[in-house]
């Protein structure tokens, strides 16, 4: 991937299903040599969305439609 996008990559940031396996994020570091970021980004990810459940409320427009 360094070789393609021509910029050294200093981590790789991952999410989805597989990150909760520990000995598949460590091993792909490990062959990358590089640092596998995911665990607290997606956990403040996961606290901000949490927080914005149910900011917006529906309100009518003068059309009738609501948003």
């Given at each position: 991937?360094?070789?393609?996008?021509?910029?050294?990559?200093?981590?790789?940031?991952?999410?989805?299903?597989?990150?909760?396996?520990?000995?598949?994020?460590?091993?792909?570091?490990?062959?990358?040599?590089?640092?596998?970021?995911?665990?607290?980004?997606?956990?403040?990810?996961?606290?901000a969305?949490?927080?914005?459940?149910?900011?917006?409320?529906?309100?009518?427009?003068?059309?009738?439609?609501?948003?």
């Amino acid at each position: 991937m360094n070789k393609d996008c021509g910029i050294p990559l200093s981590e790789l940031q991952v999410d989805g299903g597989m990150t909760n396996n520990k000995i598949l994020m460590q091993l792909q570091a490990d062959i990358l040599c590089i640092q596998v970021e995911s665990e607290y980004r997606y956990a403040r990810w996961k606290k901000a969305v949490m927080k914005s459940m149910g900011w917006e409320i529906s309100e009518p427009q003068a059309n009738g439609i609501d948003k």
